[in-house]
């Protein structure tokens, strides 16, 4: 029985419609695009700054785990006849989201070693927690099995990688950045003063 059911589960979503353009899995995979880049970009900004084997090691399997999961969320919506690209997230839900602004990305590539490191923990942890927030509603029963193994797959490692980057932090003794900046700060880093 078990076997039958094992299957239906594979079969059946093979046989459903593609999700429309509004639809929860491919609004999340519109918006953990740009996400998942903006890491990739913060890897390569920072990395050359990056003087721990340690920072260095988290800085690659964030790029890896982050490209490979691109390219399966770019996969997935030109399966399902929908664009990948051209869907950049609005400013208010990146900030949300743990994004960096241009000038934090920016500072990675210019700040003394250890500054660098300790800014590029920071950042990267913020993003992982909005990663994790975006991440945590596509795991119910009634989203595509597709969708919700890759979520499942973003908050495994996402929250391992925390774990690491909370450990480094404690290490040079560094606070997180906040998920949710106040409002002060939000307009602090979009220029509004």
């Given at each position: 029985?078990?076997?039958?059911?094992?299957?239906?589960?594979?079969?059946?979503?093979?046989?459903?419609?593609?999700?429309?353009?509004?639809?929860?899995?491919?609004?999340?995979?519109?918006?953990?695009?740009?996400?998942?880049?903006?890491?990739?970009?913060?890897?390569?900004?920072?990395?050359?700054?990056?003087?721990?084997?340690?920072?260095?090691?988290?800085?690659?399997?964030?790029?890896?785990?982050?490209?490979?999961?691109?390219?399966?969320?770019?996969a997935l919506l030109r399966a399902w006849g929908h664009p990948a690209e051209g869907f950049p997230m609005p400013?208010?839900?990146?900030?949300?989201?743990?994004m960096a602004t241009p000038a934090d990305l920016n500072r990675l590539g210019t700040l003394p070693p250890a500054?660098?490191?300790?800014?590029?923990?920071?950042?990267?942890?913020?993003?992982?927690?909005?990663?994790?927030?975006?991440?945590?509603?596509l795991l119910g029963w009634w989203v595509r099995p597709q969708v919700r193994e890759l979520a499942r797959h973003?908050?495994?490692?996402?929250?391992?990688?925390?774990?690491?980057?909370?450990?480094?932090?404690?290490?040079?003794?560094?606070?997180?950045?906040?998920?949710?900046?106040?409002?002060?700060?939000?307009?602090?880093?979009?220029?509004?003063?």
């Amino acid at each position: 029985m078990s076997l039958l059911l094992a299957l239906a589960f594979a079969v059946v979503p093979l046989l459903l419609p593609p999700p429309a353009a509004d639809s929860a899995e491919v609004r999340f995979l519109r918006m953990m695009l740009p996400h998942h880049a903006q890491a990739v970009t913060m890897v390569e900004a920072a990395g050359p700054r990056l003087r721990d084997p340690e920072v260095q090691t988290l800085a690659r399997t964030i790029r890896q785990v982050q490209e490979r999961e691109i390219g399966q969320m770019e996969a997935l919506l030109r399966a399902w006849g929908h664009p990948a690209e051209g869907f950049p997230m609005p400013p208010a839900h990146a900030a949300a989201m743990g994004m960096a602004t241009p000038a934090d990305l920016n500072r990675l590539g210019t700040l003394p070693p250890a500054e660098a490191e300790r800014l590029f923990l920071q950042l990267m942890r913020r993003h992982h927690e909005g990663a994790l927030a975006m991440a945590g509603p596509l795991l119910g029963w009634w989203v595509r099995p597709q969708v919700r193994e890759l979520a499942r797959h973003v908050e495994l490692m996402q929250k391992t990688e925390v774990r690491a980057m909370d450990r480094m932090l404690r290490a040079r003794g560094v606070e997180p950045l906040p998920l949710f900046p106040s409002l002060e700060h939000q307009e602090k880093r979009h220029g509004h003063e």
